[in-house]
C-alpha cells in the first residue's frame, strides 16, 4: 500500500544468519503494526505485533522495533533456519478497520 | 482457532462472465475483508465489511462488489470478468475492535481467460 513502505523486496542470508527487515508509515496516528509470515502457496499468519507503547517485542528468536519519531518498525529474525524462508509482510493502521499492507518482503535463508 | 474458508482454492473463468467468490468465518468476527495479491504489489484491499448488510471501498474496487446477507459469509463478485483481474484473492476476517490481527483465508487462485 502507498502509505507504507517495505524493503528489500528480495533477500537472501546464509543460515544462522540475522534477517531485518523495514517499514516504514506515514500516518503518525497509527498505533499497531503487526507482520505476517506467508509460506508458499499457504495463507499469510500473524507472527508478531507491536503496539505503539512499547518499542521492542520479542519472541523467541524473532522481535519487532518501532521508532515513532521516524515512523519506521522493523522486522528482526535471528538465527535463521531454511524454515523462514517464506514472504512477510508488514501492515500499518489505515482509517476504520484498514490496514495498509506493505509490498512484501521474499526471505530465502540459504543453509 | 479462527477457520477461515474459500469456496474454491482455482477458478477459470471468461472474459464477461459473472464470477462468486465467497468467504466463511466461524469465529463470529464482526470485519471481513477481501483483498488481491500480485506479485511486487502485496495486498490491496478490494471491499471490506464491518457489519451484516454494510460494506465499504478498498483501495481498488473497480469492477467488483461485496454482499454480506449474514454475518459469517462475505462474498466477492465480479460482475464482468477481465483479464486484468486474473489474480490470488484472499479473504481476511477480524474482531470488532480496530486493532485486531486479521485471520486469512487460503485464497482463490483466479484466472481469466
Known amino acids: 500500500g502507498e502509505n507504507v513502505e517495505q524493503h528489500p523486496s528480495t533477500l537472501s542470508v546464509q543460515e544462522g544468519d540475522s534477517a531485518v527487515i523495514k517499514c516504514t508509515y506515514s500516518?503518525?496516528?497509527?498505533?499497531?503494526f503487526p507482520w505476517y509470515k506467508q509460506e508458499l502457496g499457504k495463507r499469510p499468519q500473524l507472527i508478531i505485533d507491536i503496539r505503539s507503547n512499547v518499542g521492542e517485542k520479542k519472541d523467541q528468536r524473532i522481535a519487532v522495533t518501532l521508532n515513532k519519531t521516524a515512523k519506521h518498525f522493523s522486522l528482526h529474525i535471528t538465527e535463521t533456519q531454511p524454515e523462514d524462508s517464506a514472504v512477510y509482510f508488514c501492515?500499518?493502521?489505515?482509517?476504520?478497520?484498514?490496514?495498509?499492507f506493505g509490498t512484501g518482503t521474499s526471505l530465502t535463508v540459504i543453509p | 482457532d479462527v477457520k477461515v474458508t474459500q469456496s474454491s482454492r482455482y477458478l477459470v473463468k471468461r472474459t464477461g462472465e459473472k464470477v462468486f467468490l465467497e468467504c466463511v468465518q466461524d469465529?463470529?468476527?464482526?470485519?471481513m475483508f477481501w483483498y488481491r495479491q500480485d506479485p511486487g504489489l502485496g495486498l490491496r484491499l478490494i471491499y471490506f465489511?464491518?457489519?451484516?448488510?454494510?460494506?465499504e471501498k478498498g483501495d481498488i474496487p473497480e469492477g467488483y462488489s461485496v454482499s454480506r446477507e449474514k454475518k459469517e459469509r462475505f462474498s466477492l463478485i465480479l460482475e464482468s470478468a477481465s483479464t486484468n483481474q486474473t489474480s490470488m484473492y484472499l479473504c481476511?476476517?477480524?474482531?470488532?475492535?480496530?486493532?485486531?490481527?486479521?485471520?486469512f483465508g487460503p485464497g482463490t487462485r483466479l484466472l481469466v481467460l
Open positions: 469465529m463470529d468476527h464482526e470485519n
Open positions: 481476511a476476517s477480524s474482531r470488532s475492535r480496530v486493532r485486531e490481527t486479521q485471520y
Open positions: 501492515a500499518a493502521p489505515h482509517t476504520g478497520n484498514q490496514f495498509y
Open positions: 500516518d503518525s496516528a497509527s498505533n499497531y
Open positions: 465489511s464491518y457489519d451484516v448488510k454494510m460494506k
